[in-house]
């Protein structure tokens, strides 16, 4: 039963939950400015048109895909309103994100208070209660830990998620201490929710295990008076059952999406899986030298000093938690709470290239701000004062870090020039870097970062795939072949890497051998629209230009009105005298890149050309 002063509280108490929403919300004001990174936002987004609106064919692909390894149907329904509302505008998909953190943080506040209420020995004033549960709200909230969920648009998963998990923890903890009348009703709501939040992201999972926790402390319906197997004991276990019997269905459904990379021995993930629940908790202490990317080793050695130490304060801290559970029994259950919410992603299946993840930290930092505002609750007169200025002064200090840490995820520039001020050894980051300086036409820049990123890793098919693009670009091609041969080496089916070579053997004179990876391509991939194009410029060369035209054609179905396509499948329709359709052609690809002065000079030409045909003056080539 919840024990509460009756007495009416102070009315500044019902302005906190706007404070806490703004409080969440203006560290964040950078990620506002933020375009979508080349970390995924631009396979999730910007070359990913299956998302864009809520039409039958958005909802039906949003139900149905695997894409890159999740299956979260709502989230990716939140980020189609998104394009309904601001089409490709990066900063309304920021802004909801936003929002949804700030709400995230409010719902902290109110499980804080209600936990805190159930957990007190004694009754409590509002005032008691409120401080405290701010407090909690507010070290979940601005903690740098958080900007990676919040600031990349990648990662709304983890916010709509969480948000329907505390919504459902809310729901459950109503269920335990409301009415008979409506208990069915809070119970109902809380396993709807939690479904919400398994479609959100799978990461919620765990839930059944927290709710498992929370029914030994602070709601007491598990051990201690209440027993183990006691009618009320069966009863909550029946009822979390149907949590965990959803949270295995979903499980299963997300190990078949995710396709993980090749895994770790069993030694070594033990090894990982420690590293990572210490950095995390001494990330939380001390959030210093963040990075969007911590790369995992090429080897791992369990006996080196870096695990031997994660080792040692994973279980000071479990026997620590164990031993404190009668005297401070919350401190127990919030440690024990912790691991078990960030366990999937510890590296028990290893899900991507880094070792640990700021982002795998949001949904157990509710744990920690609970925690935090328990201390404080425990604190009484001037302790109490003392406590609230401390944790005050940190939290300044915990938004000012916040606020930094958000402008890393700006652009892609800051972002992987951020990875490699922490870790110049992270080969992913190098070839980030490349990629970037490719698009920006410093191919000097391209070549040394990619070939620093093969170096730091032989075996990365798509480096040594991106190094020849590089060297390709600077003329360097019998070195650019060599990097091509050995991505396909790695990977015999890496369709860009035949095309690339293709290319680069055009360059060298070898037709015939650019006409080989060009099959070799369009074989292992038929919608690769770059690879039928270079294919048919290639056809055109050798005087084929009625087989070039059906390679246009094949990539004018796969990728419409490109301008470079409609360029050279006019140069192939000049070079067979049909001046007319070489125009049309022209028109075309000026129409889509008004700036190609080799359309408008291809126009012209073609269409005098045309017209002197028209005139009967013959048929000269143009």
Same mark, same amino acid.
């Given at each position: ?5 009756r007495?009416?509280?102070p009315?500044w ?6 404070? /806490?929403?703004?409080?969440?919300f203006?560290p ?11 970390w995924?936002?631009?396979r999730? $987004?910007l070359?990913?048109?299956h ?5 039958w064919? +958005?909802?039906?692909w949003?139900?149905a ?6 299956? /979260? ?13 601001w089409?490709?505008?990066?900063a309304?998909?920021h802004l ?8 995230n ?6 499980i ?13 004033p ?6 405290p549960?701010l ?10 830990l958080?900007?990676?969920s919040v600031a @990349?648009?990648t ?7 969480l ?11 109503r269920y ?9 009703? &809070? ?12 479609l959100?992201k799978?990461?919620?999972?765990t ?11 602070p ?7 209440a027993?183990w197997?006691?009618?009320s004991?069966?009863?909550t276990?029946?009822?979390i ?6 949270a ?5 459904i ?7 990379p090749? =895994?770790?021995?069993?030694v070594d ?7 990572s629940?210490? $950095?995390? /908790?001494?990330?939380?202490i001390?959030?210093a030298?963040l990075?969007?990317?911590?790369e995992m ?9 870096r695990?031997?130490v994660?080792?040692?304060l994973v !279980? ?5 938690a164990?031993a404190a559970r009668?005297?401070?029994?919350g401190v127990a ?8 919410i960030?366990?999937?992603?510890l590296?028990?299946v290893?899900?991507?290239?880094? !070792? ?12 920690v701000g609970?925690?935090?505002g328990?201390?404080?609750?425990? &604190?009484?007169g001037r ?6 200025l401390?944790t ?10 916040t @606020?930094?840490?958000? %402008?890393? &995820?700006?652009?892609s520039d800051?972002? @992987? ?5 922490v ?6 980051a =190098? ?7 490719i698009e +920006?036409?410093?191919f000097?820049?391209?070549a ?5 990123g093969?170096a ?7 480096g ?9 670009? !600077? ?10 041969r050995?991505?396909? %080496? ?7 890497a035949h ?10 004179g070898?037709? =015939?051998?650019? /006409?080989?990876?060009f ?16 294919y048919?410029?290639?056809l055109t060369r050798?005087? +084929?230009?009625?087989a070039?035209?059906?390679?246009y054609e ?5 990728r419409?009105r490109?301008?470079?396509t409609?360029?050279n499948w ?5 070079q ?9 052609? $022209?028109?075309?690809?000026?129409? !889509?890149?008004p700036?190609s ?17 028209r005139?009967g003056?013959?048929r000269?080539?143009?």
């Amino acid at each position: 039963m919840e024990r509460v002063s009756r007495r009416r509280p102070p009315p500044w108490i019902r302005l906190l939950p706007i404070l /806490v929403a703004l409080a969440a919300f203006v560290p964040f004001l950078p990620a506002l400015s933020a375009e979508f990174v080349t970390w995924d936002d631009n396979r999730n $987004f910007l070359d990913n048109p299956h998302y864009r609106g809520l039409g039958w064919d +958005q909802v039906r692909w949003m139900w149905a895909t695997f894409h890159m390894g999740h299956y /979260v149907p709502l989230s990716w329904m939140t980020l189609g309103l998104d394009y309904e509302l601001w089409g490709m505008n990066a900063a309304g998909y920021h802004l909801q994100n936003v929002l949804l953190h700030a709400a995230n943080a409010v719902l902290v506040y109110v499980i804080a208070r209600r936990l805190l209420t159930i957990g007190a020995s004694s009754a409590l004033p509002e005032r008691d209660l409120a401080v405290p549960s701010l407090m909690a709200a507010l070290v979940f909230a601005i903690h740098p830990l958080r900007v990676e969920s919040v600031a @990349w648009v990648t990662e709304r998963r983890d916010m709509l998620s969480l948000l329907f998990a505390l919504a459902s923890v809310l729901a459950y903890l109503r269920y335990h201490t409301g009415g008979e009348s409506s208990r069915r009703t &809070w119970y109902v709501t809380a396993v709807a929710l939690f479904v919400c939040g398994l479609l959100s992201k799978a990461t919620v999972m765990t839930l059944p295990a927290v709710l498992l926790l929370l029914s030994v402390y602070p709601l007491r319906s598990l051990g201690g008076a209440a027993g183990w197997w006691s009618a009320s004991a069966r009863r909550t276990y029946l009822d979390i059952g149907l949590f965990a019997a959803l949270a295995v269905a979903v499980s299963m459904i997300s190990l078949v999406a995710l396709d993980p990379p090749r =895994q770790l021995g069993l030694v070594d993930k033990l090894a990982v899986s420690a590293y990572s629940l210490a $950095f995390y /908790v001494w990330k939380t202490i001390v959030p210093a030298s963040l990075a969007p990317l911590y790369e995992m080793p090429a080897e791992i050695d369990p006996l080196a000093p870096r695990y031997v130490v994660s080792y040692v304060l994973v !279980i000071a801290l479990s026997g620590a938690a164990i031993a404190a559970r009668r005297r401070w029994p919350g401190v127990a259950a919030a440690w024990a709470a912790f691991v078990l919410i960030t366990l999937p992603m510890l590296g028990i299946v290893q899900n991507g290239p880094q !070792i640990a993840a700021d982002r795998y930290t949001y949904h157990a930092a509710p744990v920690v701000g609970v925690l935090a505002g328990g201390v404080v609750a425990r &604190w009484q007169g001037r302790r109490r004062r003392g406590a609230l200025l401390a944790t005050g002064t940190v939290l300044c200090l915990l938004a000012v870090l916040t @606020w930094r840490q958000t %402008t890393v &995820w700006l652009d892609s520039d800051r972002l @992987w020039s951020r990875v490699l001020s922490v870790d110049s050894t992270s080969s992913i980051a =190098q070839i980030a870097m490349g990629d970037l300086r490719i698009e +920006q036409g410093r191919f000097d820049e391209a070549a040394y970062h990619y070939a620093r990123g093969v170096a730091l890793d032989a075996d990365y098919a798509e480096g040594h795939n991106n190094l020849g693009v590089a060297l390709s670009r !600077i003329g360097r091609d019998a070195e650019a072949v060599e990097h091509f041969r050995m991505a396909v %080496t790695l990977d015999s089916a890496y369709a860009d890497a035949h095309a690339n070579w293709g290319v680069a053997l055009g360059r060298l004179g070898d037709e =015939q051998g650019a /006409v080989e990876h060009f099959r070799r391509a369009i074989a292992l991939d038929g919608g690769h629209a770059d690879a039928r194009v270079n294919y048919g410029n290639t056809l055109t060369r050798l005087g +084929q230009a009625e087989a070039a035209i059906a390679e246009y054609e094949a990539a004018d179905r796969v990728r419409p009105r490109h301008a470079v396509t409609h360029l050279n499948w006019g140069a192939a329709l000049a070079q067979l005298r049909r001046y007319g359709e070489a125009a049309d052609h $022209f028109q075309t690809a000026l129409s !889509i890149d008004p700036t190609s002065e080799e359309a408008r000079r291809y126009l012209d030409a073609a269409t005098a050309l045309a017209e002197r045909e028209r005139a009967g003056e013959g048929r000269p080539r143009p």
